[in-house]
């Protein structure tokens, strides 16, 4: 789903909250034999214990591994979103979250429900987060610093709780109040080859109202997990307590296989380049220069630069399934694809499609993205999507707005698929390199003062269902609807999970 999420959180109110010793007998049966191997994968010692050794001077503190399922795809005619499970209450229970890097609360759907999904064709079993039903649950108060830092406009409702609503870019929108309560998950340790299951308290949103998409019964989950730079954010969360570093990395496997690698940790893989994080931006703003279409240039630079007004400029965003770029230079981009591409292009109601079936690669153009801090190399399935057999359309759409807001560009899923990317909020800086998301990555952990090397995996069960890749329901012309991340109800089939400052 696209995440251009609007995150008006109007809230206040404050809780202290409390840091409740679980005790768990059971957590995720299908962690337990998550395959976790000691040591990186024919690369140097000596490479790793220079940068841990680095790592262990700047930081003297745990540096525990977060190891997350991931499940779902990309495609926006099958799922079009990303989720993760993971426990949350006392005693846990599991949940289904879409994840999201262009927003920053985890919440739930939460009883007693006004409007929350009952079925999911996603083949997942929802739940509903009840926090009277939770021993450790605590209704965060209004005077918490999370609830105003959280949420900038803080309110308290009635019943003296920190209401938030949280409005993302495809019209969705989610309501509710938060909690603290405990947040259960596998964590990797470096001191045996089995993850253990830890705890610790968090506050996240108890959603009781939920509308638009986030009621879809063909994809609906449980809620979501927003990844975002904010202190309410889980690994914000994490980090502040000094259980994780405040950096993760997902990789997001394409081709409809639907799993992936999602962790919190140092990620200690060699060759990934950096390009900093546009500080004090809502989101994971990037520095883009150009785009390249077979190595020539085709737009530039100013194009890309955030308005002096806030916003807009170009975000990282897996809460988002497709890409967005602002004009002219998504016009330009559009130009030389067809110029370059040896397929003659149909153009059908703006939408520029090809009558083809084959590879993509050496037909279609290989496209580059100039970060301030290195090339990112996408192949033509990073563009283009197939809509039926035999029938390939540009998967980038032009980012449209309304007046007075800014637009972004985004790189969603079909940009960050097949790509170890690695967010360095501790360093300031978003990674990228090309990966075979079946493959493991190298994380690094730290428990006083001992270091280890570890490859995290992609879990080594079935990921839970998703639809059928055969069945592609959506017509073209619905498809064609979907022309913008933003202000658009008509997204019938993309998910656009990007919350938009509160103006
Ligand atoms: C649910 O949220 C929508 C949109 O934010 C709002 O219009 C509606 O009144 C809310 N419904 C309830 C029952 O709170
Ligand atoms: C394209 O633009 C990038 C970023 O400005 C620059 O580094 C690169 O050299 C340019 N390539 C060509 C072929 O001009
Ligand atoms: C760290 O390493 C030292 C020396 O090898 C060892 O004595 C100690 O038990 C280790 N600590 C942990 C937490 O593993």
């Known amino acids: ?258 799993s992936g690698i999602l962790v919190i940790g140092e990620v200690m893989e060699p060759d990934v380049l950096y390009t900093p994080i546009v500080p004090g931006q809502q989101h994971y703003n990037v520095e883009l220069q150009n785009i390249a279409v077979n190595n020539i240039n085709v737009s530039q630079p100013s194009v890309f630069a955030i308005p002096n007004y806030g916003g807009g400029g170009v975000i990282f965003d897996c809460g988002t399934t497709l890409a967005y770029i602002v004009q002219p230079a998504y016009g330009d981009f559009v130009d030389a694809v067809v110029r370059n591409a040896l397929v003659e292009a149909n153009t059908l109601q703006g939408q520029t499609c090809f009558s083809y079936s084959g590879s993509l690669d050496g037909v279609f153009p ?24 035999g029938f390939y359309c540009i998967g980038w759409f032009e980012s449209t707005t309304s007046p007075g807001y800014p637009a972004y560009s985004i790189l969603g899923d079909i940009v960050l698929k097949d790509k170890l990317v690695v967010y360095d909020n501790e360093r300031g800086q978003i990674g990228w390199k090309s990966y075979d998301c079946t493959q493991g990555i190298s994380v690094s952990s730290e428990r006083e003062g001992n270091s280890s090397l570890l490859t995290v995996n992609p879990y080594q069960t079935s990921a839970p269902g998703v639809h059928s890749a055969s069945s592609r329901p959506l017509s073209i012309s619905l498809f064609l609807s979907i022309l913008a991340c933003a202000f658009s109800n008509m997204l019938n089939f993309i998910v656009c999970r990007l919350d938009y400052p509160p103006y």
């Open 366 to 389: 290989g496209v580059t993205l100039y970060f301030a801090g290195g090339a990112m190399e996408l192949s033509p399935d990073q563009y283009m999507i197939q809509q039926e057999v």
């Open 1 to 258: 789903m696209l995440a251009l999420v609007i995150l008006l959180l109007l809230a206040v109110h404050i809780a202290e909250a409390h840091n409740a010793v679980l005790h768990l007998k059971h957590g995720f049966a299908h962690l337990e034999g998550s395959s976790v191997k000691q040591g990186g994968r024919g690369m140097s010692r000596g490479h790793f214990q220079r940068l841990i050794d680095h790592d262990r001077a700047r930081m003297q503190r745990r540096l525990a591994v977060v190891d997350f399922p991931l499940s779902g795809n990309d495609d926006p005619l099958v799922t079009g979103l990303y989720y993760t499970q993971v426990g949350l209450g006392t005693p846990m229970q599991s949940f289904y979250l879409q994840v999201d890097t262009g927003s920053d609360l985890l919440w739930v759907n939460c009883a007693p429900c006004n409007n929350c999904p009952s079925s999911s064709g996603l083949n997942i079993p929802l739940s509903i987060y009840n926090p009277t039903g939770s021993s450790s649950s605590e209704i965060l108060q209004c005077s918490n610093s999370l609830c105003l830092e959280a949420l900038q406009k803080p309110d308290c409702d009635s019943m003296n709780r920190c209401s938030y609503q949280s409005v993302y870019g495809d019209g969705s929108a989610t309501s509710g109040y938060l909690v603290s309560d405990a947040i259960t998950y596998n964590q990797l340790d470096g001191t045996s080859d089995s993850a253990t299951i830890s705890s610790a308290n968090i506050v996240f949103g108890c959603g009781y109202n939920q509308t638009g998409d986030l009621l879809q019964p063909t994809r609906a989950v449980d809620g979501l997990m927003g990844f975002g730079q904010d202190a309410i954010s889980v690994p914000s969360q994490l980090a502040a307590q000094g259980l994780t570093p405040n950096v993760f990395a997902h990789c997001l496997e394409g081709e409809n296989k639907g």
